[in-house]
């Protein structure tokens, strides 16, 4: 643009455009309630009940601009979440404010804390960390080998300190990869270090869970032992959003047929920068009631802790690969595990299941339930040597989960 008079048009619709612009602002007031300081604290602002669309959000926490992402999660054209991560001082407490805009203001290139991504397979690509077909969404019914067909067999998400995909297929089990060092890799590995990435210090995958929960993979209860999803009239995988704050998957599982009940659910898998855990929203998006879950750990066959209240962990060695890797020779890799589940949602801890550990949740006459994951292994330079640091880790998990933030929000 050389003529200097269409520059400067152009400049006065850009602010007119920005003047025009229906515009909020709102204070949200943060105390945290622990006597411990706490990073990366994920905090979300609906935007559900505003008289405009929000498109654009500048958030501040005094002179310093805090790294912000607006989502919009049921697809229907309107933003529903402001979400952003903040640190807080034991017993702190601290006031941001928040601007939010109807129109675009600026191009706000935060730093990527978190990535994720889906991936069709194809027959010409011949490097498996080079596949080029990126996709959003995918649907298909029970049957149809969508397994096969995406690369790493589902969609896959990371924050800097973990990394994991989940199965496209009856387990919807998370495979995990364990990092050296905090950085993001799944855009250039897809899952699959080659030997220079490896030899640079890439992570790689660290668990094999077969036909257990794995870690935190929601299955049915039938009320004697945990099931497959399935049968289903249809399961599909969305991503949602893929950072810089957050990186959010969608899984569905349409006509799921349990305990007598056909019923649609719906998950959100939620990782946040600086977290080595996911947070998982379950939504009964069609009426079901007394239907029961199932979640937990692997029986890593060496330490194990459970609180008998929905807190339940493990640590030990696997072959990545299973049975393969013991046959050539490769030393085990260790891994922590961890599921902590509310204890309103509990129902039982069954013991009759020896490959797992599991407790069975349900609803209780309500349409959702959260619980969350999370892992560690003997790969991380930045991680825990030992069960004893990976249990007490949990149990402080546990209570920071039980004693969130608090959140005002000031018109």
């Known amino acids: 643009m050389n003529n200097p008079r269409i520059l400067v048009a152009a400049l006065l619709l850009v602010g007119a455009m920005a003047a025009n612009a229906e515009t909020k602002t709102i204070k ?35 002179d310093r601009e805090v790294p912000s992402q607006i989502d919009d999660l049921d697809r229907n054209l309107t933003n529903d979440e402001l979400a952003f991560v903040v640190d807080m001082e034991a017993k702190g407490k601290k006031t941001l404010t928040v601007e939010l805009y109807s129109e675009k203001q600026a191009d706000r ?6 990535y994720g991504d889906m991936i069709m397979r194809d027959f010409k690509t011949k490097k498996k960390n080079k596949f080029p077909g990126y996709i959003h969404s995918l649907s298909a019914p029970e049957g149809v080998d969508v397994f096969h067909m995406v690369h790493h067999h589902g969609a896959d998400f990371e924050s800097e300190l973990a990394a994991y995909r989940v199965y496209f297929d009856e387990r919807q089990t998370y495979d995990l990869y364990g990092k050296y060092k905090k950085q993001l890799e799944l855009e250039t590995s897809q899952f699959y270090p080659d030997d220079e990435q490896l030899a640079a210090g890439y992570g790689d995958d660290v668990l094999w869970a077969g036909q257990t929960v794995g870690l935190g993979a929601l299955r ?45 659910l719906r998950q959100n898998v939620i990782i946040y920068a600086g977290h080595r855990d996911c947070e998982i929203h379950v939504f009964q998006d069609t009426p079901a009631d007394g239907v029961e879950f199932s979640t937990g750990v692997i029986n890593l066959n060496d330490k194990m802790f459970s609180d008998h209240k929905g807190l339940v962990g493990d640590w030990g060695g696997n072959w990545p690969n299973g049975v393969k890797d013991s046959i050539a020779g490769k030393p085990k ?31 209780k006459g309500g349409k959702s339930m959260t619980y969350n994951m999370a892992f560690t292994c003997d790969k991380e330079t930045f991680g825990f040597k030992s069960y004893k640091e990976w249990f007490s880790w949990m149990k402080q998990w546990k209570k920071e989960l039980d004693n969130p933030v608090k959140v005002d929000i000031v018109e």
């Open 220 to 264: 049915g209860w039938n009320g004697e032992k945990s099931t497959m999803v399935s049968p289903v009239k249809s399961r599909g995988q969305r991503m949602v959003a893929s950072g810089p704050v957050r990186t959010i998957v969608e899984l569905t599982d349409e006509g799921w047929q349990l305990s007598g009940k056909t019923f649609n």
């Open 333 to 363: 890799i260790v891994v922590g595990l961890a599921v902590n589940v509310p204890e309103k949602y509990v129902i039982s801890e069954p013991t009759t299941e020896k490959d797992q550990y599991l407790y069975v949740l349900g609803m």
């Open 28 to 62: 949200v007031n943060l105390s945290n309630p622990l006597n411990v300081k706490r990073t990366d604290v994920p905090v979300v602002v609906s935007l559900r009940d505003l008289p405009f669309n929000v498109v654009d959000a500048v958030v501040k926490d005094g």
């Open 109 to 114: 290139n935060y730093p990527r804390r978190t």
